[in-house]
C-alpha cells in the first residue's frame, strides 16, 4: 500500500461531497420527513461503533492505521460482529446523513465509500493480518463477516 492517505479522510471528503451535491444539485427526494430522522440513529450507530472499535484498538496498544503492521488481534466488542467495524461505522454515519438528506443523489455516495474501502485499503489490511496473525486470523474470518 503507497498512499498514507487514512480511510477517516476519505470518510471526511465523501461526507463533505454527499452534503455539497444533496444541495447544490437536489433531484428527487428518496426518503421524505419524518422518516428521514432514521438516519439520525443510523448515524449515531455508526459513531458508537466507531468510537467502541479506535478504543479498543487503544486498549490493546495496536494500531489503527491500515499500513501499518499491527500488534494484536483484535475479536471483541464490535469486532466479533465484523472484521471492519470502523468501516462499517463509517459507512453507517454516511448514510445516516444520506436518509437525514433525503435526496437521491445523496444515498450514492455511502455505496462509493464502502466500494473504495473493498478496493484500497481491506485487501492490503486482511493480508497483513493473515502473515502477521496466521491460522488465528484465518479462523477469525471463518467465524465473523467481513462487514455484517
Given at each position: 500500500?503507497?498512499?498514507?492517505?487514512?480511510?477517516?479522510?476519505?470518510?471526511?471528503?465523501?461526507?463533505?461531497?454527499?452534503?455539497?451535491?444533496?444541495?447544490?444539485?437536489?433531484?428527487?427526494?428518496?426518503?421524505?420527513?419524518?422518516?428521514?430522522y432514521i438516519g439520525l440513529v443510523l448515524a449515531a450507530f455508526g459513531i458508537i461503533i466507531t468510537v467502541w472499535a479506535d478504543h479498543l484498538f487503544k486498549q490493546k496498544k495496536t494500531t489503527v492505521?491500515?499500513?501499518?503492521?499491527?500488534?494484536?488481534?483484535?475479536?471483541?466488542?464490535?469486532?466479533?460482529?465484523?472484521?471492519?467495524?470502523?468501516?462499517?461505522?463509517?459507512?453507517?454515519?454516511?448514510?445516516?446523513?444520506?436518509?437525514?438528506?433525503?435526496?437521491?443523489?445523496?444515498?450514492?455516495?455511502?455505496?462509493?465509500?464502502?466500494?473504495?474501502?473493498?478496493?484500497?485499503?481491506?485487501?492490503?489490511?486482511?493480508?497483513?493480518?493473515?502473515?502477521?496473525?496466521?491460522?488465528?486470523?484465518?479462523?477469525?474470518?471463518?467465524?465473523?463477516?467481513?462487514?455484517?
Open positions: 500500500m503507497k498512499s498514507k492517505v487514512l480511510p477517516p479522510t476519505y470518510f471526511t471528503v465523501i461526507l463533505v461531497l454527499l452534503v455539497g451535491v444533496h444541495f447544490l444539485f437536489p433531484i428527487a427526494r428518496a426518503v421524505s420527513t419524518p422518516y428521514n492505521k491500515p499500513h501499518e503492521i499491527p500488534t494484536a488481534l483484535v475479536t471483541s466488542g464490535p469486532f466479533s460482529i465484523s472484521r471492519h467495524p470502523m468501516y462499517l461505522g463509517m459507512a453507517a454515519i454516511l448514510f445516516g446523513s444520506a436518509v437525514l438528506l433525503g435526496s437521491v443523489a445523496a444515498l450514492a455516495f455511502p455505496f462509493t465509500f464502502i466500494i473504495f474501502m473493498e478496493l484500497k485499503f481491506i485487501p492490503h489490511e486482511e493480508r497483513n493480518m493473515s502473515e502477521k496473525f496466521g491460522s488465528e486470523y484465518e479462523k477469525y474470518k471463518k467465524r465473523v463477516r467481513r462487514w455484517i
